[in-house]
């Protein structure tokens, strides 16, 4: 069974240009997720989708952050413009919507903004 | 709010050393449990899971027990590989019902072991 795939794995930009992440989840998998993971601490989450439609977005920072996922499979996370905090590994996860499901993750997007 | 604390790193061990990594939570309800390693390179893997009060989750010579009266999940492993070198992460899922896994994390505790 394929993993959650997420490109590219790298990325570095100057502050206030713009950047996009994408996200593949696992066939099947009707949540996704995005987390950020900055350096030294534990992966906060920034929006939950159920199939293309948004469960939670209370900690993305709508005014620079956007997702989208329109055919209820890939995921796009942008960022625009950029500043330096958002210096991070961006994380795609997914799930199945069921009780006790577990989530899976990729490998990431590391942002080095500069 | 929910939040999860768990022991600073850096943990550096010599190899067949016992391990224990402590985790304690705070959260409203009955969440569940889970403890997370992050190898280097590679993306976030479940490492083991609980759900409810006094369950004990086990994996690859790993455990921890959902200690309610304490609020606790520490991470235990009898005796450490150098293939253990990685971060973990603990973190709880509040209870909400079907379909949600959002997850709430510490800041990771990096494991180094040594031969």
């Known amino acids: 069974e394929a993993g959650v795939a997420q490109s590219p794995r790298y990325k570095i930009i100057e502050k206030r240009q713009s950047v996009a992440f994408w996200c593949n989840p696992i066939?099947?998998?009707?949540?996704l997720y995005w987390y950020q993971q900055i350096l030294g601490q534990g992966p906060k989450l920034l929006i939950q989708?159920?199939?293309?439609?948004?469960?939670?977005d209370s900690q993305l920072p709508k005014d620079r952050f956007s997702a989208e996922r329109l055919k209820g499979v890939d995921s796009t996370l942008k960022i625009q413009p950029a500043k330096l905090e958002d210096s991070a590994v961006y994380l795609c996860?997914?799930?199945?919507?069921?009780?006790?499901?577990?989530?899976?993750f990729g490998q990431g997007t590391r942002l080095t903004v500069v | 709010g929910n939040s999860v604390t768990q022991m600073e790193g850096p943990v550096t061990l010599s190899e067949e050393a016992f391990l224990t990594i402590n985790c304690t939570y705070t959260?409203?309800?009955?969440?569940?449990l889970f403890w997370y390693v992050q190898y280097p390179g590679e993306g976030l893997q479940l490492l083991l899971k609980?759900?409810?009060?006094?369950d004990k989750g086990s994996n690859k010579g790993f455990e921890a027990t959902y200690r309610k009266e304490t609020t606790s999940f520490h991470l235990e492993k009898g005796s450490v590989q150098v293939s253990d070198s990685a971060v973990y992460f603990c973190?709880?899922?509040?209870?909400?019902?079907?379909?949600?896994?959002?997850?709430?994390f510490g800041k990771g505790t990096k494991l180094s072991v040594i031969p």
């Open positions: 996860a997914s799930s199945t919507p069921f009780v006790n499901t577990e989530a899976f």
């Open positions: 066939s099947g998998h009707a949540t």
């Open positions: 989708f159920q199939n293309n439609g948004v469960v939670d």
């Open positions: 959260a409203t309800g009955y969440p569940s």
């Open positions: 609980a759900t409810k009060a006094d």
């Open positions: 973190a709880l899922r509040p209870y909400s019902g079907a379909g949600s896994y959002q997850l709430t």
